[in-house]
């Protein structure tokens, strides 16, 4: 990605984002091609000016080894325990424009809204990965008509 989008807090998220008190969906874009595993109890332990360099950090590869060697040490120290490691995502649906994912799909036909292959693929990385990461277990999925919305995606 270039630019400012690895960075970006969508409007579906404002409810939230002056404090940072979640983690932005940018954030857990990065925390996903790192391969850190990081709770909502880690993000509490960490200063509000580390959530922001966090939110900031660049997105190269060489960057995101980084962020997993600087998260797994910091989170050592944090009460709740260390981060955990996973395997980095590379090849996960969102990070290209063909087929949309089955369980974007329907979520998506839950909510009477038709998302197109071909308006799928226009869509940046961040705004594909926001979709799927909505239609999951355990996220509120008040937050995906929201972001369908926003990414002018409702039909």
Known sequence: M???RHRRIFAFEADFSGDLRCIPMAVRR???LAGVKLKLAHWHGLSEAERRDLLAWPDSTEELERLHRWLLARSA???QGPARAIDPLHTAAWLRGGAIPDILLESCRQLGVTLRAERW???DELE????VKLCH???EHRNLPRALEEFDLKS
């Open 121 to 123: 693929s226009q869509l």
């Open 137 to 139: 277990p355990g996220h």
């Open 77 to 79: 120290d944090l009460p």
């Open 2 to 4: 270039s630019g400012d």
């Open 128 to 131: 594909r990965f926001a979709l």
């Open 30 to 32: 990065k925390l996903d």
